[in-house]
């Protein structure tokens, strides 16, 4: 088997923010955050809105500029790399968002098979867009919806799929990517219970497959499924442990100001994997808002 360019590039699995600031206009989003993830980590952060949950993500793939502090992804600065190493960097990490960011006029197969985009050369990427992907990508593709239960839909247009599809064709192109470091941010904000649950158990097969998992979260039951919990107020870490040590004094004091009517319910505490029936999505504080 000949490796990928992408097998050839440094890890991306671990980094580190140090007192890492974050302005936007005059504003911080991040106020000297400082956060270190080892390899294989799975961790939830939670926050009120615009406490500095997005930008945290943002700044992993330098798609924001630092006003201060360090950032290192993989052992190296992040902000020091060169266009083509920082290239290299983002090829090992994958992002998921509420946008989902898939091409709505291909099939959905397709869209899955552009996780591999980043290990391609342009002609091979055009190739892929314009005929679909080669027999060996085409079986990783298969392989992939399968495993979000999609296994029949990689002819359909991605645009007559719903809502909870989209997003599982999303996390079958993370599969596919198969990236060090997966960044999900608030990926089941727009979906139903079922579908939360099957977009859950495939983002938690990528970390046991060595990737690293940080999941942007609303939902704090949810984020109760994790070992570990990062909470994020007016851009700073305020905490970072097991969720057993987020007691309801804490989310209050994380969420001030967020809601003042809504009080914090804290479900009971799961194992690992958490509970297998599917996931109720509270309101109040579990709802989709700006960050």
Same mark, same amino acid.
């Given at each position: 088997?000949?490796?990928? #360019?992408? =097998? ?7 980094? !580190? ?16 955050? @400082? ?7 799975? +961790? ?12 945290? %993500? ?8 630092? =006003?201060?502090?360090?950032? @290192? ?7 020091? +790399? /060169? ?31 552009? *996780?591999?985009?980043?290990?391609? $050369? !342009?002609?091979? @990427? ?8 080669? !027999?060996?990508?085409?079986?990783? &593709? ?19 799929? /719903? *809502? ?23 990926? %089941?904000?727009?979906?139903? #219970? &079922? ?16 990737? @690293? ?24 870490? !305020? %905490?970072? $442990? ?8 804490? +989310? ?18 799961? *194992? ?20």
């Amino acid at each position: 088997m000949t490796s990928s #360019p992408r =097998s050839k590039e440094p890890s991306a699995r671990g980094f !580190a923010l140090e007192k890492a600031v974050v302005s936007f206009r005059g504003t911080a989003a991040l106020d000297g955050a @400082t956060l270190e993830v080892e390899p294989g980590e799975r +961790l939830a952060v939670v926050g009120a809105s615009g406490a500095g949950k997005t930008t945290l %993500f943002r700044v992993l793939t330098r798609g924001v500029a630092l =006003s201060g502090g360090r950032v @290192t992804v993989g052992g190296r600065d992040l902000y020091s +790399l /060169s266009k083509g190493e920082l290239k290299g960097v983002r090829r090992r990490i994958g992002s998921i968002y509420q946008a989902y960011n898939l091409v709505p006029q291909l099939p959905a197969g397709v869209n899955a098979a552009l *996780g591999e985009v980043g290990g391609m $050369g !342009a002609l091979a @990427t055009l190739r892929t867009f314009l005929a679909g992907p080669d !027999a060996a990508l085409a079986s990783r &593709v298969a392989g992939a919806l399968d495993r979000v239960g999609l296994g029949d839909k990689a002819r359909a247009r991605t645009a007559d799929l /719903s *809502g909870g599809q989209q997003q599982r064709v999303a996390v079958a192109r993370l599969l596919v990517q198969s990236p060090d470091l997966v960044l999900a941010d608030e990926p %089941f904000a727009a979906v139903d #219970p &079922v579908t939360t649950e099957r977009v859950f158990e495939a983002l938690l097969e990528l970390n046991h497959e060595g990737a @690293t998992l940080m999941v942007n979260l609303h939902d704090v039951g949810l984020a109760r499924r994790f070992p570990r919990v990062v909470a994020l107020r007016e851009g700073q870490v !305020a %905490f970072d $442990g097991p969720p057993e040590r987020l007691s309801e004094e804490a +989310l209050n004091e994380i969420y001030a100001g967020d809601d003042p009517h809504q009080e914090v319910v804290l479900p009971e505490p799961q *194992g690992d994997g958490g509970p297998k029936e599917p996931i109720q999505l509270a309101e109040g504080r579990d709802g989709v808002s700006s960050h």
